[in-house]
């Protein structure tokens, strides 16, 4: 069965950093793309990056290039995502999603949530002034 869980929502002040982690259970990372998105109370989920394992290519929203960073632990079948220099805008539950490589091949750019097959329940950020 595939599984995912987040971690690592708390709440930080503006200018902090928190790395969130997403826990894969069920299948191997190297075959899937996983994606990270948020969404804030009002707001449509919107896509922040994904990472593909199997070739370490990585792809971000311009909202996050620059302040966050996607990686991937094979060893621990985890995604992480470091966020820095957070905003009180950041504050959103975020979700990881995974969708296999079998469907999608070649992951060109940032995908969709529609693409995505597997979810997470989420964690919080909530960002202060």
């Known amino acids: 069965e595939v599984q995912l869980v987040e971690s690592g929502g708390v709440p930080v002040q503006a200018g902090g950093s928190l790395r969130l982690s997403c826990a894969a259970s069920?299948?191997?990372?190297?075959?899937?793309?996983i994606g990270w998105f948020r969404q804030a109370p009002g707001k449509e989920r919107e896509g922040l990056s994904c990472i593909t394992s199997i070739d370490g290519r990585t792809h971000y929203a311009d909202s996050v290039k620059g302040r966050f960073t996607i990686s991937s632990d094979n060893t621990e079948n985890t995604v992480y995502l470091q966020m820095n220099s957070l905003k009180p805008e950041d504050t959103a539950v975020y979700y990881c999603?995974?969708?296999?490589?079998?469907?999608?091949?070649?992951?060109?750019?940032?995908?969709?949530?529609?693409?995505?097959?597997?979810w997470g329940q989420g964690t919080q950020v909530t960002v202060s002034s």
């Open positions: 069920g299948f191997t990372l190297n075959d899937y793309v």
């Open positions: 999603a995974a969708a296999s490589l079998g469907d999608l091949g070649y992951v060109k750019k940032l995908l969709p949530a529609g693409t995505y097959d597997y």
